[in-house]
């Protein structure tokens, strides 16, 4: 007997049978548990949005085009924004304060140009005899201190030159001596004076055979003592100011002339910005005036310095002279080559407006924020969000932010920052 398909029953009168479905369904299903139930949609919020902010009712959407949703365990939290810090961790940190004052910033200049080293901080090492390099004892980039040893060469022209120091030195000692003998027998009228005078000028001719090879010697850039067992042929370059490796162009093995520079040192904790000074900028800017040097590798941080000359010869092409700015190095920071641009003071204040200045040394960059510290009267380091406006003299105009007479952080920021980037809110111990 086959089975007869079952008919569904008739719909009340008036009632759409669909409806009457979705009622029986409710009705016959089990009820889904509270835990299960689903989750109002909320997106991520957004960097910089208030925690817990969603955009859902913006019609937003995930990355992958899925709806927002609210399924992640932690907030994404701000940095705090105060630092509270011991009296001991303050003074060990070197932290220190200085009001922020309303003043006008005096009219500049920018110069493009680049870090040199100075020449008279500087030294090329010559080998200054002809031989073999047998040893090198820097590289490149090496700090180096005064009499270091740079390289060794072996030179038989050296091997020469000093077996010469030492024939002139034994002929000389011996015509010497016989000259004060001669001397001695004729107070006696055993010798005539016509012997003295002649062993006189021998010993003195050999004598100045004597200065001639030491200064060749030293020419050489070795000592005049001859070295015990008859001399050596080893020519021992050294460092003549502390400093840093420049270049060096020698390997062991190599052979050279005396004119071949081994290696190039330089001291660079006192450094030239080569700026070039435009024609028609010459007539504002002199000799001695403030400078503020930003390098293009470390756009974050100033070098203070001072014009030491102005050059004599235009650029026909770029219609430029230069100027060279003393710089100091600060953190090995500087290094030869380095390009950026110098802002010059050449006047006065242009515009009695007056602004909030604080020193370049309270500026920091905080999540790629110009920011800086603020001490609140309880003892708390506040931060501040600040917008920057023009520098110079060491001193940078803050157009919001910050309030004149605060308190600013103008040395040890790097604590405060540090702090501030492992979420300390407590005192830090």
């Known amino acids: 007997m086959r089975a007869r398909a079952a008919t569904p029953p008739a719909a009340p009168l008036g009632v759409p049978w669909g409806v009457l479905m979705a009622a029986g369904l409710a009705l016959g299903c089990p009820r889904r548990p509270a835990a299960e139930?689903?989750?109002?949609?909320?997106?991520i919020p957004a960097p910089g949005s208030a925690p817990g902010a969603s955009d859902a009712g913006d019609g937003a959407r995930s990355p992958r085009g899925l709806p927002p949703h609210d399924d992640e365990s932690e907030r994404h939290e701000e940095l705090p924004t105060k630092v509270r810090l011991s009296p001991d961790v303050v003074r060990s940190a070197g932290i220190q304060t200085a009001r922020a004052r309303l003043d006008s910033l005096p009219t500049t200049v920018d110069l493009t140009g680049e870090i040199a080293a100075d020449p008279d901080r500087s030294a090329r090492l010559a080998a200054r005899v002809p031989g073999r390099i047998v040893e090198v004892k820097a590289k490149e980039g090496d700090r180096v201190k005064v009499g270091q040893v740079i390289?060794?060469?072996?030179?038989?022209?050296?091997a020469r030159a000093r077996a010469g120091l030492a024939?002139?030195?034994a002929r000389a000692r011996a015509a010497r001596l016989n000259a004060d003998r001669l001397e001695t027998l004729a107070a006696k009228a055993l010798a005539s004076g016509q012997e003295v005078a002649t062993a006189?000028?021998?010993?003195?001719?050999?004598?100045?055979?004597?200065a001639a090879a030491r200064q060749t010697l030293g020419a050489f850039g070795q000592g005049a003592e001859p070295a015990a067992g008859g001399g050596t042929a080893r020519v021992t370059i050294r460092s003549p100011l502390a400093g840093f490796v420049l270049s060096r162009d020698g390997v062991q093995g190599q052979t050279v002339g005396p004119e071949h520079v081994i290696a190039?040192?330089?001291?660079?904790?006192?450094?030239?910005?080569?700026?070039r000074l435009f024609e028609k900028d010459l007539a504002r800017v002199t000799v001695g005036a403030a400078a503020d040097v930003r390098l293009n590798a470390y756009p974050n941080e100033v070098f203070e310095g001072?014009?030491?000359?102005?050059?004599r010869q235009l650029d026909p092409a770029a219609r430029t002279v230069t100027a060279r700015i003393v710089v100091h190095n600060h953190g090995d920071r500087i290094k030869v080559g380095l390009f950026g641009t110098a802002r010059v003071v050449v006047g006065p204040p242009e515009a009695p407006k007056k602004r909030v200045v604080v020193p370049l040394t309270a500026v920091t960059r905080l999540a790629n924020k110009d920011v800086v510290f603020v001490r609140q009267p309880d003892g708390d380091f506040e931060l501040h969000?600040?917008?920057l406006g023009r520098s110079a003299e060491g001193r940078v105009e803050i157009l919001s932010g910050l309030r004149a007479e605060e308190a600013v952080v103008v040395n040890g920021a790097f604590t405060?920052?540090?702090?501030?980037l492992k979420g300390t809110f407590g005192e830090e111990d």
């Open 151 to 158: 390289a060794t060469l072996e030179s038989p022209e050296l």
């Open 37 to 43: 139930a689903p989750r109002p949609a909320e997106t």
């Open 167 to 169: 024939a002139a030195a």
């Open 385 to 387: 969000d600040v917008t």
């Open 200 to 210: 006189t000028a021998e010993a003195t001719a050999l004598d100045a055979e004597l």
């Open 306 to 311: 001072t014009i030491e000359t102005i050059g």
């Open 264 to 275: 190039v040192v330089g001291d660079l904790d006192r450094a030239y910005f080569l700026g």
């Open 416 to 420: 405060l920052k540090s702090a501030i």
